[in-house]
């Protein structure tokens, strides 16, 4: 009963306690409660009750009612940290029971084993378990045998094999009463989903576990922070944070674990300083660390100390005492074994820098430092950049580019082992300190060009490399899964102060894998392929096309321009006040796209000046008279710069990065391949320009384009004809959702098509027009990554890309997209037809605005 309605299962064990029951059913209840307390509440009561257990059956002299009890607190005790005590248990455990009983205490041993790493005794006990339950006929513990061995297989990458238990497990639970275990059936099929990199079928699965918990009345707190994980990593922390405070609610109305309050707080705390809210943070933070000194539970107080004073500098408070706290947090972590240890030590040294103790600062960089030749990847990633702080504060330029590339390395190798392009964009903020600390180096000592391939170094990496297609490689996906599910649990496992080691050596055993994989499928060394190359680029600049590339260094735009052989640098304006001008000109493109704005053009354009001088400075002036290429930062993603006066006439590309642009100028185009035109649903101008455009086919070179509109533009068949195809022209409403790029959109007839689904393209279109609102809109994200519709197509083939950075009038939208195409036909690049485009538009407002609004990306 207890994992079919849990809390009265407790009370009616506690009503029999009260009756002074003999012993055998005294222990049936004090194991009840054990196991409430176990996985509800406080294991320190859980162990005792669990004891009193114990012994009580030993009173009553059943060796059977002792083996489950002693299964029972073998779990408890390995959950505590006791692990040579807890599989003493199990072994006089599986000793005193037979049969049926010997075949659940089995199966308890084998989620020790899980929860230890030590897969292959789980799988041997489990599958020593699942033969006499099946025989005994017993349902309800077949289906735990079965989802514990399932997540095993997950464990170890067996996916096929893990959905086979699972649907095995659902629906033998469907024929019990056993709410709770169905519940955490569902949970675990989330968790499966996530490790597998499906982040939204693991929303929808732990919405769905959560939903059923409700219905229990249970507290949920590990699915709380699970979910949280899971929005963490699909870019929600804002919704993470939202949904850890409503647990936290939830525990207090109802009266729930202070232990469980306090882990909440502090993944609370994570969320809120990884969402930029340091004052939140502080204050989750600081109630986590009273609260687990009140429960004693040293090893998570200093963990969350870390959390708050990282939260206070990032306030802005730095301090002397704040320099003795994270020295003091370092010492305890080092102590504990915790890998969060060499980054408190960083975090000590940075602080002094600020306050001018250097020598304080090099004992505790010396510290940090001492990880980055061995340990996790991250461990390395931050010894690595407390060396390059070290090296700075020692005036040894050298010394900090050596740190940096290092550093970087190391982080590219761990990228590579993230399938999901966005995990891999948002793994690069992990290198942006490194990355701003080589660029300050190169521009204080360098020239142009050492600055340029630093700017290039840790720009737009995620584009590099496409996202891991699980059905193109089933077998980089099992490994993948199986790392990230082993990567978890020992961070858990360290959490819980539990040993690690086993799990330590299993995840390093699978970054090999991963690794060795990754190099297979790419020809190239992990963290070493296609190294930007200067003398590359100004060799396919030639003398007539300008690369402009922008960097940013303590605030200010440093334009690095690329042409003629060689590479200028130019200092132009801040980037707080250039964003604050893309901002303005974005709200007033909005306003011209609709009739009667005609006011507000002088002010736009007004704008666009300004923009310029603040981008370009000096540079405008250089740019000469042919085609120009520009290469923003992330957070200059949304400037129109089709209306910057220098650019408004001109053959204008726009690139997340220069490498991104050689690699689509050297991306060669399908020899026969189709023309796509799909037309979603809800335009108003009804799309058109589709119609039009596949009747002006019947006469070209091209042949009939396939046409998908109303039931023909479904996600399924939509995609199936976009991959491998020259040119495809969607006009569609696009959707943007800065709160979870991969989410952003465009409306077909079944429904969105979304970022994910482009992902599974084995080849994306050569060319690709999106004629609708904001597909040209980017997440900054990381340390310089964009993520959006255009970037998640540049890795998969997709050389070009017209789209639309800002809202647009549907209707002048066509005029545009048929002289657009017109260019197309005549042999024109499609920043070349893009240009022609609008200059053969109607000159009045609305149509201007539409024209300015698009750009061409890529170099096709």
Request: contains cysteine; neutral net charge.
């Amino acid at each position: 009963m207890v994992f079919a309605a849990p809390n009265e299962a407790v009370a009616k064990a506690e009503r029999l306690l009260l009756a002074a029951p003999r012993p055998l059913h005294a222990s049936i209840a004090h194991q009840v409660i054990g196991i409430w307390q176990r996985d509800f509440g406080d294991t320190r009561l859980a162990l005792a009750h669990l004891r009193r257990a114990r012994d009580l059956a030993a009173r009553a002299e059943s060796p059977e009612r002792e083996a489950d009890v002693l299964a029972t607190l073998g779990v408890a005790l390995v959950h505590t940290g006791r692990t040579r005590q807890g599989l003493a248990a199990f072994e006089r455990g599986v000793a005193r029971g037979t049969g049926l009983t010997r075949a659940r205490v089995l199966y308890r041993r084998a989620y020790v084993w899980w929860v230890l790493g030590r897969h292959g005794e789980a799988l041997e006990d489990v599958r020593r378990a699942i033969v006499v339950l099946r025989q005994a006929g017993d349902v309800i513990w077949t289906a735990r045998a079965l989802t514990l061995r399932a997540t095993v297989h997950l464990a170890l990458g067996a996916v096929d094999r893990a959905e086979a238990d699972f649907t095995a497990a659902e629906a033998l639970w469907g024929t019990t009463d056993q709410e709770h275990d169905k519940a955490d059936a569902v949970e675990s099929r989330g968790l499966a989903a996530f490790r597998s990199g499906d982040v939204p079928a693991a929303l929808r699965l732990l919405d769905e576990a959560g939903e059923r918990y409700a219905e229990l009345g249970t507290p949920t707190f590990m699915l709380d922070i699970r979910r949280c994980e899971v929005k963490l990593a699909a870019g929600l922390a804002p919704e993470a944070l939202a949904e850890a405070d409503a647990a936290i609610a939830e525990l207090d109305g109802i009266g729930g674990q202070s232990t469980r309050k306090a882990e909440l707080l502090l993944v609370a705390a994570r969320a809120a300083r990884l969402a930029g809210d340091a004052q939140t943070a502080i204050a989750r933070a600081a109630v986590a660390v009273r609260l687990f000194a009140a429960q004693r539970r040293t090893w998570y107080e200093t963990h969350a100390r870390l959390v708050l004073i990282e939260a206070r500098v990032a306030a802005g408070r730095g301090s002397g005492r704040l320099v003795a706290d994270a020295a003091a947090v370092a010492e305890r972590l080092a102590a504990f074994g915790a890998p969060a240890a060499p980054e408190a030590s960083l975090l000590a040294g940075r602080i002094a820098l600020g306050l001018g103790w250097t020598a304080d600062a090099e004992r505790h960089l010396a510290r940090a430092a001492r990880g980055r030749h061995s340990g996790p990847a991250l461990t390395r990633v931050t010894g690595w950049a407390a060396q390059a702080l070290r090296a700075r504060a020692a005036g040894s330029t050298r010394g900090v580019l050596e740190a940096c590339r290092r550093g970087l390395d190391v982080l590219d190798d761990h990228r590579m082992t993230l399938g999901a392009s966005e995990l891999r964009a948002r793994a690069t903020q992990q290198g942006a300190e490194l990355a701003a600390l080589a660029q300050e180096a190169s521009l204080a000592s360098g020239g142009p060009r050492r600055l340029l391939v630093w700017s290039e170094r840790w720009r737009a990496t995620a584009l590099a490399t496409p996202p891991t297609r699980p059905p193109a490689d089933p077998v980089l996906l099992s490994d993948l899964t199986a790392f990230r599910e082993i990567a978890a649990r020992a961070e858990e496992t360290r959490m819980e102060g539990r040993p690690v080691a086993a799990l330590e050596r299993e995840q390093r055993r699978l970054e090999r894998e991963i690794r060795a994989r990754t190099l297979h499928m790419r020809g190239e060394a992990p963290g070493g392929s296609d190294r930007f190359d200067v003398g590359r680029l100004l060799t396919a600049l030639g003398d007539d096309v300008r690369l402009v590339e922008l960097a940013v260094l303590d605030g200010r735009v440093q334009v690095l321009l690329c042409g003629e052989g060689r590479v200028r640098r130019f200092e132009a304006g801040l980037l707080a006040e250039a964003e604050r001008e893309a901002e303005f000109v974005q709200a007033g493109l909005r306003r011209l796209a609709h009739p009667g704005a005609e006011a507000r053009l002088p002010l736009v354009e007004a704008a666009g000046r300004r923009l310029e001088e603040l981008l370009f400075g000096p540079a405008a002036a250089q740019l000469g008279s042919g085609p120009v290429v520009v290469v923003p930062p992330g957070r200059l993603h949304r400037v129109p710069w089709a209306l910057l006066p220098s650019l408004r006439e001109r053959v204008l590309s726009v690139s997340p990065s220069a490498s991104s642009w050689l690699r689509a100028r050297e991306t060669a185009p399908p020899s026969l391949g189709r023309h796509v035109l799909v037309r979603g649903p809800g335009l108003a101008s009804g799309g058109a320009e589709v119609p039009l455009l596949a009747e002006g086919y019947g006469t070209g070179l091209w042949g009939a384009p396939v046409v998908l509109e109303e039931g023909g533009a479904r996600v399924e068949r939509v995609l199936r004809e976009l991959d491998g195809a020259a040119l495809a022209h969607i006009a569609a409403h696009g959707t943007f959702r800065a709160d979870s790029p991969l989410f952003s959109s465009l409306r077909m007839t079944d429904g969105p098509l979304i970022v994910h689904d482009f992902e599974r393209l084995d080849r994306s279109p050569y060319r690709i027009i999106l004629s609708c609102c904001d597909t040209g809109r980017f997440a900054s994200v990381g340390a310089d990554e964009l993520l959006g519709l255009v970037t998640a197509l540049l890795p998969l083939g997709t050389a070009g890309v017209v789209a639309c950075s800002a809202p647009v009038n549907d209707a002048a939208v066509v005029p545009l997209m048929l002289a657009l195409h017109k260019g197309l036909d005549a042999g024109l690049s499609l920043a070349e037809a893009l240009r022609d485009a609008r200059a053969s538009l109607p000159n009045d407002t609305v149509h201007q605005a539409t024209g300015w609004a698009f750009s061409a990306f890529g170099a096709a």
